[in-house]
Every structure is written in structure tokens, then in C-alpha cells.
């Protein structure tokens, strides 16, 4: 079906919206000095974790290396998976000298993709079909292949995730977000950044940048 090109340029990051949060009304944030992020679950789950730890820092708050903390669960022949127990995460906490963890899932992980589509007169001769669930957008003609576009898709992430005690094994704070990028590292800081965002006003650990 024909379409014009500009109606079909959606707005990039129309998918943005702010994280969900849960918060453990029992929970002494105070408490909380330092803390590691472990790999996340899913595709791209190191990315994720990095760009966690990344945000976390740039809040002022105490991170384990994630390399370090690579080498003492390889050496104590600890998983990094999200679904751990109460006594893994003790001893976690007594390994690494943490206060808690950060664990998370990636529940979705989309690069963003290019097409070269032909046009006539402003209209599209090719059907365009909306991939990845992201937002399509016109990057302009191409130098010599007239009556053609550069059609692009932005990248898309879903992340979750959790803050839990290591003494008690209990979730202090949770979230999940999915945001729209123009690569999928973008995508995850801007979902990463949120997520420490809503844990300022909470967590006095943390700056209030």
C-alpha cells in the first residue's frame, strides 16, 4: 500500500515514558553504603549491568568493579542469575562487602536497522513494514540513486530491575521501563538513568543530579 513518506516518519523516542516503581515501604535506604550489579538476564544482559553500574556512579554511589566481582563469583563458583537465594546472597554481601545487589532482566533488546527504499513524487513504491517495535524515521535521499530514501528504525529495550538486601534477601526496590533509542546503547542508559533517578529522592547514598 502506498503511503507518504512523511506520514510515515513517527516521532522519534515516542515510546518513552518514565519507569515503574516499587518501593519497599519497610526498607532502610540508609542502610544501604555499597553495592554491586550483577549481569542481567537476556540478551545483552553485560551491556545492561554496565550501563547500571555506569548510571549508579554518575549518582555518587559506591559500585563494586564489575570486574571484581566477575572474579570472586567465578572463584566461589557463584551464578550471576537474577534467581538467586537468601544464603547466596549473604554471601555475596560477605565476599564483596556490599550492603545489596542489583539484578535485573532484559526482556527485550532490538538494534536499531536501515532501509534504502524507492520513492516516485513523495510516495512510497515499497511497502514499509514496522520492525522491531520501533519508531520509523527518515534519514533523507541518498547521493546518486535518485527517487530513493534512507529509511531507519530505532533501537528498543525493556530492562527490569531489582535492589535486594543481602542480609534479609528482600527486594527493596524494583522497576521495568522500556524506552526507544537511536542505538541500543542509548536505549538502555536512557532506561538505566531513570531507574537510579527514581532512586534518589529514596536513597541517601545517592546526589540529586
Known amino acids: 500500500m502506498k503511503k507518504n513518506l512523511l506520514f510515515l516518519a513517527l516521532p522519534l523516542f515516542a515510546a518513552c515514558v518514565a519507569p ?41 554511589a559506591d559500585v563494586v568493579e564489575r570486574q571484581k566481582l566477575g572474579e570472586v563469583m567465578k572463584e566461589n563458583s557463584l551464578t550471576s542469575s537474577g534467581y ?28 536499531a536497522s536501515k532501509y534504502l527504499v524507492n520513492t516516485s513524487n513523495g510516495a512510497l513504491l515499497t511497502d514499509v513494514t514496522k ?26 529495550a525493556s530492562l527490569m530491575a531489582r535492589m535486594v538486601d543481602v542480609q534479609t534477601g528482600s ?25 537510579v533517578t527514581s532512586l534518589s529522592p529514596i536513597w541517601p547514598s545517592l546526589s540529586s543530579k
Not at 527493596?172 to 532506561?191: F, K, N, P, Q
Request: aromatic share 6%; charged share 10%; net charge negative.
Open 84 to 111: 538467586f537465594d537468601q544464603t547466596t546472597a549473604k554471601q555475596l554481601g560477605k565476599l564483596l562487602g556490599v550492603d545489596a545487589l542489583f539484578v535485573g532482566t532484559v526482556a527485550e533488546s532490538n538494534a
Open 131 to 156: 520492525v522491531n517495535s520501533g519508531s520509523l524515521h527518515s534519514e533523507g535521499s541518498v547521493a546518486g540513486l535518485p527517487n530513493s530514501q534512507i529509511l531507519s528504525t530505532t533501537a528498543n
Open 20 to 60: 515503574k516503581v516499587a518501593i519497599n515501604q519497610h526498607a532502610d535506604f540508609s542502610a544501604v553504603k555499597r553495592v554491586a550489579v550483577l549481569t542481567f538476564s537476556g540478551p545483552n544482559g553485560d551491556t545492561a549491568a554496565d550501563l547500571m553500574t555506569q548510571s549508579l556512579l554518575l549518582h555518587g
Open 171 to 195: 527486594i527493596l526496590w524494583a522497576a521495568s521501563m522500556s524506552y526507544e533509542g537511536l542505538d541500543l546503547t542509548t536505549a538502555m542508559s536512557g532506561i538505566t538513568d531513570s531507574f
